[in-house]
């Protein structure tokens, strides 16, 4: 049985452990199940995009709570810290000790001017480019800023929905 088939199948409550860990907001996984079965990845991956596009900023919010700062390193041994720790990986390797403190004080400002966390696909990214991202996005207004972060989500939802497969 191939990784698609497998996710077909899976039973509704692993199914719905699965896509907590790619997104933390209910509704977008139950979007995604609603859907199954998928006759190809290329339909589960819009499918999956499509459920994050159309999430309310409550719902966005929701899905945020299982972020940690960039930067920091996400504690537990769920799914979705493994995965944070690793997608955050490489921008922690590359940061010194003032480039760690440009980031605990651009999130802390990020914080203070939104009211949740600096949310950004860190996977690929170095930690100057983090950082630089964080500071251009300071000067967003609200719309403009819940929009990317919602892309944002977006992104490390399908990210690891695509590793979810993999691993089946």
């Not at 100057?128 to 967003?140: K, S, T, V």
Request: charged share 25%; glycine share 6%.
């Amino acid at each position: 049985m191939g990784a698609l088939e497998s996710f077909n199948a899976l039973p509704a409550e692993r199914l719905e452990a699965e896509l907590l860990a790619c997104c933390a907001a209910p509704a977008w996984g139950a979007a995604v199940a609603a859907k199954r079965p998928f006759a190809d990845r290329a339909g589960l991956l819009a499918a999956a995009d499509t459920a994050s596009r159309e999430l309310s900023w409550p719902e966005v919010l929701q899905g945020l709570s299982a972020h940690p700062r960039i930067g920091e390193r996400a504690a537990g041994d769920s799914q979705e810290a493994a995965w944070s720790r690793a997608e955050q990986s490489a921008a922690a390797q590359s940061a010194d000790d003032t480039a760690k403190a440009e980031l605990i004080a651009a999130n802390r400002a990020y914080e203070e001017r939104f009211g949740h966390v600096f949310l950004i696909f860190a996977s690929g990214r170095s930690q100057a480019e983090i950082l630089a991202a964080a500071r251009e996005r300071l000067g967003n207004d609200e719309a403009a800023e819940r929009a990317i972060v919602t892309d944002e989500l977006r992104k490390i939802a399908r990210l690891r929905l695509e590793r979810v497969l993999d691993a089946l």
